[in-house]
Nanobody, 115 residues
Framework: QVQLAESGGGLVQAGGSLRLSCAAS????????MGWYRQAPGKQREFVAA???????NYADSVKGRFTISRDNAKNTVYLQMNSVKPDDTAVYYC?????????WGQGTQVTVSS
């Protein structure tokens, strides 16, 4: 099973940018669909973006046009480029890897957007 570790979170001003990374262990990373999810205080975890092994991407409407998900299979890493961030983007961001019936979550990284 893949193991995931997020990094890159922090404090950013509204309108700024941040890039999150999720490093994965395992030899079949390229086959995994990788996703980013987030959970704000008092709210349920929600989908942000995903990229398949073939490179197809999908985004939540709330981040479309501002966030970009990408992957580097040679580095076993998936990224989330966050531009034009808003205070509503404040949350713990989690990486998820899914392959057939198996999935794994990272431990999360905090993103705080100040107004």
């Amino acid at each position: 099973q893949v193991q995931l570790a997020e990094s890159g979170g922090g404090l950013v001003q509204a309108g700024g940018s941040l890039r999150l990374s999720c490093a994965a262990s395992g030899s079949i990373f390229s086959r995994y669909t990788m996703g980013w999810y987030r959970q704000a205080p008092g709210k349920q975890r929600e989908f942000v973006a995903a990229v398949t092994g073939g490179g197809s991407t999908n985004y939540a409407d709330s981040v479309k046009g501002r966030f970009t998900i990408s992957r580097d299979n040679a580095k076993n890493t998936v990224y989330l480029q966050m531009n034009s961030v808003k205070p509503d983007d404040t949350a713990v961001y989690y990486c998820k890897g899914q392959y057939i019936g198996s999935y794994a979550w990272g431990q999360g990284t905090q993103v705080t957007v100040s107004s």
